[in-house]
Every structure is written in C-alpha cells, then in structure tokens.
C-alpha cells in the first residue's frame, strides 16, 4: 500500500499564487471597465440624405439592416406612425426629440404638456425624451424662466417615472437652453433621479468650443442620459461653420474618438446617437464608413 506524501507549501508557492490571482483580479477589472454597451442610433436628422427611404417603414429597415441599434423619434407630429414601424421589426427608439416651449406665447410645433404626457405612456422602458426648449419671454431672463421650466418639468419627470423614462433638457444653439453648464443646473433644480442632461457634440462644439470638454464630462456624471456625436474639425469651433462640425463619423480633424474614450472612461454606459443633419452623398454609403468607424472606435479602445 503506498502513503501519499504532505505537499508542503512554501513561501514561493504562496507568493506565486498571490502574484497569479492578482493578476486574474486586474484582468477581469480591466476587461470589465473596457466593456463598451452603449445602444448606437441614429438621430432622425438622417432625413436630410436625398436618397434615403421616404416611407418609415423603408427606412427603419434600411437603417437596421446597416446595424444600427434604433431610430430617434421626432416629436409628436408622427410618434405614433414610427413607433408603430419601430415595433413591426423589433426596433429601439431609444430617445425622442422634442419641441418644448413655455411662456406667454407656445412656439409652433411644440408640443402640450398632455401630448408629452401621452409620448411617455407610450415609450420603451429606460428610453429618453430629450427637450429643445423655446421661450420668447425668458429667452434674457434665465432666473426667472429657469424656476418656472424646472416646476413645469418636475411634473414631467414625476409621471415619466411611473413608466421607466428618462428626460433631458438638450442643449442647443440659440435656444433658451445652449450649454451644458445650463443643462446641469436645470437638473439640479429639477432634482429627479430620472431628469439628466444630453451632450450633442456638434452644439457643445459650436457654442462652447473645444476647450474643457473632459472636466465637463466629468461634471455631468452621473447627470448624463444621452450623447450624440459625428465627424468634425477641429480649431476654433466656435468660428466654424455646421458642414465642418458635422460630417460623417471619422472625418474631419477634431478627435472624436478621444472625445467617445472621455466618456467610457468617466462610466458612461448610456445610447450614443449619430448626428447627420445636412449631410450630403449616398446615404448607405456615409451611414455605413460611419457605422464601421463606430465599431473601430470600439476595438480601439478595447485594445487600449
């Protein structure tokens, strides 16, 4: 009958077995912080190609079939429309892009605070209605105007909450609402965990510049619902004009990718939105270089 031998375990076995799980724990942290999620959509600013499918129905397929992950919505005027073509192939519509406007006088296309009440009922669970605030009476008068939005969308957000929906306040050129740093103070006053703020590249670029863009993303954390992007260039974006700060994803000579790595590094795990307004050429051929170019960007940074 043969006896098994003790093993006896030495210093060096246990600082070699030390060395390996540690080595197994900063790999799986590292895989896990380079995880990247984000739903990828287009922004319905797609209409703007000349060769794009006319009915909704045609162009979500068309879209889908590049590999995107959904459309944005548009507003009320044809929520129901989309949605409903959105639904017939399993489809995301991820954010809805609406006219909000609040004052004495409504600007045309706006839409109620019932109509968006009904936009919510009927929306994808964790999707984001995103605002383009309008005011022709607070337009100058930012502390007044600013305490009477933030009444109007805490009412918003107390009902979207009943439905798993996110809003947001979009920044944009001209408009009552124009930079982030606007953006996140509305979202402190309206102090709802599931009212955010919305970062739309070329509007950041055009109105605030290229400057700061790390600490600001790092500000609007965890404040960050929704990022839209596109190709640019680079300098003095403020000077520049709208077919130099959109272009298609991976062209032009600002860095979108260091800008997409600011925000994976800072946690951000929210859908990221192609902007395409006023883009020209053959829409498969630019909505597919810049579909691929996302997915470079992806293992880019994977790699890193």
């Known amino acids: 009958m043969q006896t098994t031998k003790p093993v006896l375990i030495t210093y060096s076995m246990k600082l070699k077995f030390f060395v390996l799980i540690t080595l197994l724990v900063s790999s799986f942290a590292i895989s896990a912080k380079k ?37 944005e919505g548009a507003g009320y005027s044809d929520y129901y429309e989309l949605k409903s073509d959105l639904d017939q192939v399993g489809w995301h519509m991820p954010t809805n892009y609406v006219s909000l406007s609040f004052g004495s006088q409504l600007s045309k296309g706006s839409a109620s605070v019932p109509e968006i009440k009904e936009m919510i009922k009927g929306a994808e669970k964790g999707s984001i209605v995103y605002f383009n ?60 965990s599931n009212f955010g703020c919305v970062i739309n590249l070329c509007h950041l670029l055009k109105i605030e510049g290229a400057d700061g863009i790390e600490q600001k993303v790092k500000s609007l954390m965890p404040y960050l619902f929704a990022v839209n992007i596109c190709g640019a260039d680079g300098g003095n974006t403020q ?5 130099k700060l959109i272009q298609p994803l991976g062209e032009g000579s600002f860095d979108t990718y260091n800008f997409l790595r600011i925000i994976w590094d800072a946690g951000y795990k929210g859908p990221v939105g192609l902007q395409c307004y006023n883009l020209k050429g053959e829409a498969s051929v630019v909505l597919k270089g810049s579909f691929q170019t996302w997915l470079d960007y992806k293992k880019r940074y994977l790699k890193q």
């Open 239 to 243: 000077k520049l004009d709208w077919n």
């Open 35 to 71: 995880r990247v999620n984000n739903l990828f959509y287009v922004q319905n600013t797609v209409d703007g190609f000349k060769n794009i499918p006319r009915q909704k129905l045609d162009k979500v397929k068309f879209l889908k079939s590049i590999g995107f992950d959904g459309l």
């Open 133 to 192: 605030v309008q005011s022709e009476d607070f337009k100058y008068d930012k502390v007044a105007g600013d305490q009477l939005l933030s009444v109007i969308l805490q009412e918003l957000s107390d009902f979207a909450s009943l439905y798993d929906v996110k809003l947001c306040v979009y920044p944009h050129l001209s408009l009552y609402c124009e930079t982030l740093e606007h953006s996140l103070k509305l979202a402190k006053l309206v102090s709802r």
